[in-house]
């Protein structure tokens, strides 16, 4: 426990406790919940383009999930190997209208857990309908068909893992040979150019963690219920464990999927990669509204956010407004709905008085709250409420 803020509001002198983040990778589902917003936001204001997007899931077969699991480099093949298929198809979907030098814009996240929080390495790729000239010129496509993406993405993997040593070319032609081959590129859905709620909300979902905070709890008997996806044998949608079987599941199933350092798990490739939009945007300085200009930055609840073209005005230095730009308290609004700088007995703006880091105190404040009978502050919050 790293220690919390002391959050007190000048009005009506109401206080409350927030705990700090663990800043645990991958695992913590808070944590991982404030980077997953962070992410969206810079996605759909700064990266992406205004043009439609489809959200496709790259899949492995069960045979080579064990090789990944041992060498965890081999995911950045994974994801690049997958915008070699995306590029080379949609290339050939484009009849070459766009230029031999065109590329799809490309957003890759790297997921290593099943529904069951077993490993199962898989890939969530944004990619862009169509192509990007050398210019940035954007060319769209008529989406080609599944089984070409798919038979593309199998050899080219097999191909990759060859030329690496992984695999020998008799074990590459058996699994070429396969029927069923386990190999999977499936296409989930599509937003549309303006659509950055739904960008946004396509972003979170695939920087999510392994594992919700709200999908375990500890039942009257002592035992852990964890919530799941329904069983296809049985239905069953949670799975019930004594406390020793969940420490057990948790040490190796949960923690294989915390990152190597160092290891990024999203990549930006073709035309949304950094060096592609530096390019484009010293290329076009002086045509701000040229046809097919990558996307500009824009904040987000503006109305350019809602699919009206606004000029994007820096906030003062220093102003409540750049403040609030990049104000973490507006990443927790996000994450938990739940402004916890905003007074709930007058809604004054809250301050923060005092960062308390000593673990001799924070054991004092903690044990008299639970004296006293009042909420922790640590205690899990649920999920963000729907509809």
Not at 229 to 248: I, K, M, N, Q
Request: glycine share 8%; hydrophobic share 45%; aromatic share 6%.
């Amino acid at each position: 426990m790293g220690g919390f803020a002391r959050i007190q509001c000048p009005t009506c002198h109401d206080e409350h406790l927030l705990a700090f983040s663990c800043r645990t990778r991958n695992l913590c589902a808070s944590c991982q919940a404030k980077r997953a917003v962070v992410f969206a936001e810079r996605l759909a204001t700064q990266i992406v383009a205004r043009v439609a997007h489809r959200h496709v899931v790259f899949t492995i077969p069960i045979a080579l999930r064990g090789l990944f699991e041992r060498e965890r480099s081999l995911l950045g093949l994974f994801a690049r190997t997958a915008y070699e298929t995306l590029r080379r198809v949609l290339k050939a979907a484009c009849d070459g209208k766009a230029g031999k030098d065109a590329v799809p814009g490309v957003v890759a996240s790297i997921q290593t857990f099943g529904s069951y929080a077993n490993f199962h390495p898989h890939l969530h790729v944004i990619v862009t309908e169509g192509l990007f000239s050398r210019e940035g010129t954007f060319h769209g496509v008529a989406w080609p068909p599944q089984g070409a993406l798919e038979e593309a993405f199998r050899r080219l993997l097999l191909a990759a893992l060859v030329k690496k040593e992984r695999l020998t070319e008799e074990t590459r032609d058996r699994l070429i040979a396969w029927r069923h081959s386990g190999f999977s590129v499936y296409l989930a859905s599509r937003v549309d150019a303006l659509d950055l709620d739904g960008l946004e909300r396509l972003a979170r979902y695939v920087t999510r963690p392994a594992l919700a905070a709200g999908a375990v709890s500890i039942r009257a008997d002592g035992q852990v219920e964890v919530k799941t996806p329904p069983d296809p044998r049985t239905g069953s949608g949670c799975v019930v464990l004594d406390v020793l079987a969940f420490v057990h599941a948790v040490v190796h199933a949960v923690v294989t999927q915390i990152p190597d350092p160092k290891r990024h798990l999203v990549h930006y490739s073709g035309a949304y990669s950094a060096r592609f939009r530096g390019r484009v945007r010293a290329a076009k300085a002086n045509e701000p509204g040229a046809p097919g200009e990558l996307a500009a930055p824009v904040e987000p609840g503006s109305s350019a956010a809602a699919g009206v073209p606004e000029p994007v005005t820096p906030a003062e230095p220093g102003s409540p407004e750049a403040k609030r730009r990049s104000a973490w308290a507006r990443v927790l609004a996000k994450v938990f709905e739940v402004d916890p700088l905003l007074c709930a007995r007058c809604g004054t703006k809250m301050k923060v008085i005092a960062w308390i880091t000593d673990p001799v105190v924070i054991e004092r404040i903690v044990a008299h709250r639970k004296r006293a009978g009042l909420e922790s502050p640590f205690d899990a919050r649920g999920p963000p409420a729907t509809g």
